[in-house]
């Protein structure tokens, strides 16, 4: 009869293992129909681009393969990655009982007055017990309410998270690779334009002085002209300092000692590519790391409030052990005469616990709705990194496109008033301008021209590139 109701418990065990006591909670649809600035051709998108296809300049792959595999920040996502790994592998075995084997030896010496010593004493003869036992013991909780498949379920979806966290490092990592080493091309460009610069008003310096000496020009002319060539000497150690610097910074970020860095391009050699389609805001559910990770959230956030709402329920404890006991040492391991079994099963409810369940539920379900504000945070962010870096880069065509004219018009106009000069129909004020002109546009426009590949980088990383 008792074998009987101990299988009638396991089997009511197993079918109420299937109930389900929360109900999840879905994803809010949040994306809009189209970005904002968008010219919609189709649903394809760069962001779906392969890093080597979208990155072509042998380089800056380079230098990302080198930061994925010694960039610090890197490192530490991987190793998140196999801590939730471990922590999952261990949540499938929920399901499984726990076992435990036990291996005990004891001797105690009652007092002679006490009940026990005159009991022992009388029925043993001995003035001390000993006792010796080995037993296996199995303890197995019934996932009755869904406990522990949420637990499993939340397990996974962290180790998902950690997953989702390492491609959001990836693509930060690669885009702040690919723009320091565009604004280190735009620092070399900028130290060739002073240089030239310089070269340009020394020339100039030397016919002042020739005119000076002739007496046609004042002292100030030769002042004048000074202060323009100190400007562009200036200058350069300026740049030098900030080609140093960047050079650093992009070393530390791949992960190296400080040192110099090798590049084969040049500033006014990279294209700009055209074909920036990006598709629809829909597809940055499934693509931005950031939003898969906040995605995710929710899920650990459901198996959370499944959890504590199964915590408030009874839970069933099926306990098992077996093995040999004896009083003496030389009859520990006799068979059967040591034998000894024991199963039992038990039900329990809590019923107070100063509210202190209920609370754990409350809270789950509060922290459940802020991962759902924190989606929805997450998608409109990402919907709005996408329009800036497209504005960003509709608006830099057309400023750059303005530059360069400006520029090649003011090299027209720089070459003009050397000649001018050199002929005696334009003064020396009128030459430091239209050089000091000629520095600054060509300055722009490098800035500009990086300014372009930035975004377009910043576009491909905010539509979710550069992980795969």
């Given at each position: 009869m008792k074998r009987f109701n101990i299988i009638a418990i396991l089997l009511l065990a197993l079918i109420w293992s299937g109930c389900s006591v929360s109900k999840d909670l879905s994803l809010p649809n949040v994306a809009p129909g189209l970005f904002r600035n968008a010219i919609q051709k189709d649903s394809s998108s760069i962001g779906d681009l392969p890093l080597?296809?979208?990155?072509?300049?042998?380089t800056v792959q380079h230098l990302i393969d080198t930061a994925l595999l010694k960039n610090y920040d890197m490192q530490i996502a991987l190793k998140n990655i196999d801590a939730a790994e471990v922590l999952f592998k261990q949540s499938k075995l929920g399901?499984?009982?726990?076992?435990?084997?036990?291996?005990?030896?004891s001797s105690s010496r009652p007092s002679d007055n006490s009940l026990n010593g005159l009991s022992l004493n009388q029925f043993t003869g001995s003035t001390h017990i000993e006792d010796y036992s080995a037993n296996l013991g199995v303890?197995?909780?019934?996932?009755i309410w869904g406990k522990i498949r949420n637990q499993k379920a939340g397990a996974l979806a962290s180790f998902l998270q950690t997953e989702e966290a390492r491609k959001a490092v990836q693509t930060r990592l690669v885009a702040n690779v690919a723009q320091g080493y565009?604004?280190?091309?735009?620092?070399?460009?900028?130290?060739?334009?002073?240089?030239?610069?310089?070269?340009?008003?020394?020339?100039?310096?030397?016919?002042?002085?020739?005119?000076?000496?002739?007496?046609?020009v004042t002292s100030l002319a030769i002042q004048q002209a000074e202060a323009q060539q100190l400007n562009a000497a200036q200058l350069i150690p300026r740049l030098e300092q900030n080609v140093t610097l960047q050079e650093n910074a992009l070393s530390v970020l791949i992960g190296t000692l400080p040192q110099s860095i090798n590049r084969t391009s040049r500033l006014d050699k990279m294209a700009i590519p055209q074909d920036l389609n990006a598709g629809f805001p829909s597809a940055l559910l499934s693509r931005r790391p950031d939003i898969k990770s906040a995605e995710l959230a929710l899920n650990v956030a459901n198996a959370k409030v499944g959890v504590a709402k199964a915590s408030l329920y009874p839970s069933l404890i099926i306990t098992a052990s077996g093995g040999v006991n004896s009083f003496k040492a030389s009859n520990w391991f006799s068979m059967p005469a040591s034998l000894f079994g024991l199963v039992s099963g038990g039900i329990t409810q809590p019923i107070f616990q100063r509210g202190q369940l209920k609370s754990n539920l409350e809270l789950a379900k509060i922290d459940r709705e802020k991962t759902v504000i924190q989606f929805r945070?997450?998608?409109?962010?990402?919907?709005?990194?996408?329009s800036d870096e497209l504005t960003k880069v509709e608006k830099l065509k057309t400023q750059y496109s303005i530059a360069e004219k400006r520029a090649q018009t003011l090299q027209q106009a720089s070459k003009n008033a050397s000649l001018l000069f050199k002929s005696g129909m334009a003064n020396y004020l009128e030459v430091i301008t239209a050089q000091g002109n000629l520095l600054q546009s060509e300055l722009e426009l490098t800035a500009i021209k990086t300014e372009q590949l930035n975004a377009v980088v910043g576009l491909y990383r905010s539509l979710g590139g550069g992980w795969n």
């Open positions: 080597k296809n979208f990155i072509n300049d042998l399901y499984l009982p726990e076992l435990k084997l036990q291996v005990a030896a303890f197995w909780e019934a996932d565009y604004n280190l091309l735009m620092l070399d460009a900028q130290l060739e334009i002073a240089k030239k610069n310089l070269k340009l008003n020394d020339s100039t310096l030397r016919i002042i002085h020739l005119q000076f000496d002739a007496g046609q945070q997450s998608v409109i962010n990402a919907v709005g990194e996408v």
